[in-house]
Nanobody, 118 residues
């Protein structure tokens, strides 16, 4: 089992910045990558992968956040951060930290709310 605890969400005006943090504990030896998903408050819209980072520092960003969000990882501290700049109202969502093993995004945090006002 892996436990993931997020922090850093909140309310910010458009154009502002927020930094999300996620701390992993438990059976972390099997983690191959960590990432951030988000679930917008839109009925029927699926949870989307925003950014991810592998143990070798390979990164992925959704097109909608490229150039604005940066994911980073401290393996020694078992943390992963998401720096979000130039926030837009459409970035409003519940953000979830997740960890992936060889096959699946298997473990999830409880989520942290990000609200961007226009």
């Amino acid at each position: 089992q892996v436990q993931l605890v997020e922090s850093g969400g909140g309310l910010v005006q458009a154009g502002g910045s927020l930094r999300l943090s996620c701390a992993a504990s438990g059976s972390i030896f099997g983690i191959k990558a960590m990432g951030w998903y988000r679930q917008p408050p839109v009925p029927g819209k699926q949870r989307e992968l925003v950014a991810s980072i592998t143990n070798n520092d390979g990164t992925y960003y959704a097109d909608s956040v490229k150039g604005r969000f940066t994911i980073s990882r401290d393996i020694a501290k078992n943390t992963v951060d998401l720096q979000m700049n130039s926030l837009k109202p459409e970035d409003t969502a519940a953000y979830y930290c997740a960890s992936r093993d060889l096959y699946l995004w298997r473990y999830w945090g409880q989520g942290t709310q990000v609200t961007v006002s226009s």
